[in-house]
């Protein structure tokens, strides 16, 4: 049980395109979803959290305009790159959280290979 | 906020012998103390992790260690074997009973050589 699936895994667009990154829980109802941004071999780092049916939280730093987080339904929650230039180049991971494992255990999808010609 | 820091940043050891990864944390309130293992292009997965009440934990060849006094947090893997090799990342939260973000340590590369 908790699987968390990602879509696509991997994905190139031109500068100036949009590109939306699927997260999905599988098997259980992810109350709330993480969304990491992590560059070659270099830690994780937390782009914003989101809850079901509220406003995502973004960490200092992230823009919220350019990184358009949608959690519509406690299976799912989209990352949306907007305008996306080379420097957004990334491997982008969600995690979600919620019915399934422990309480506070997050369950990670296999991550979204981005990159931006 | 919390930081979290983590060494060393890449460790070889021979199969079958010991490794040793350590993290210290900054935010005393922080009560959760999660490990990862990341392989090349995969996602984290959690191999253990440990809860302020408790000291020491272990699974098999895995065992973490917590003093809270000192904020700082270690992760020990004994009689290695080569699928050992990947990144660990340690991580710290505050467990409120709901879900709570993570800070994540900078990493640490284990190659387990035959």
């Known amino acids: 049980g908790a699987v968390v699936s990602q879509h696509p895994s991997r994905v190139i667009c031109k500068s100036g395109t949009s590109v939306k990154i699927e997260c999905r829980s599988l098997?259980?109802?992810?109350?709330?979803m993480f969304w990491y941004r992590q560059f070659p071999k270099k830690s994780l780092m937390l782009m914003a959290t989101s809850n079901e049916g509220s406003k995502a939280t973004y960490e200092q730093g992230v823009e919220k305009d350019k990184f358009l987080i949608n959690h519509a339904s406690l299976t799912l929650s989209t990352l949306t790159v907007t305008s996306a230039h080379p420097e957004d180049s990334s491997f982008y991971i969600c995690?979600?959280?919620?019915?399934?494992?422990?309480?506070?255990?997050?369950?990670f999808g296999p991550g979204t290979r981005l990159t931006v010609l | 906020g919390e930081n979290v820091e983590q060494h060393p940043s890449t460790l070889s050891v021979q199969e079958g012998d010991s490794a040793v990864i350590k993290c210290t944390y900054s935010d005393s309130a922080s009560n959760y103390f999660p490990w990862y293992k990341q392989e090349l292009g995969k996602r984290p997965q959690l191999i253990i992790d440990i809860r302020s009440n408790v000291g020491e934990k272990k699974d098999q060849r895995i065992a973490v260690t917590l003093n809270k006094t000192a904020k700082h947090f270690s992760l020990h893997i004994t009689e290695t074997q080569p699928e050992d090799s990947a990144v660990y990342f340690c991580a710290a939260s505050i467990d409120t009973g709901t879900a709570s973000k993570l800070t994540f340590g900078t990493g640490t590369r284990l190659q387990v050589t035959l």
């Open positions: 995690s979600a959280s919620g019915t399934s494992g422990r309480y506070n255990e997050q369950f």
């Open positions: 098997d259980f109802q992810a109350t709330t």
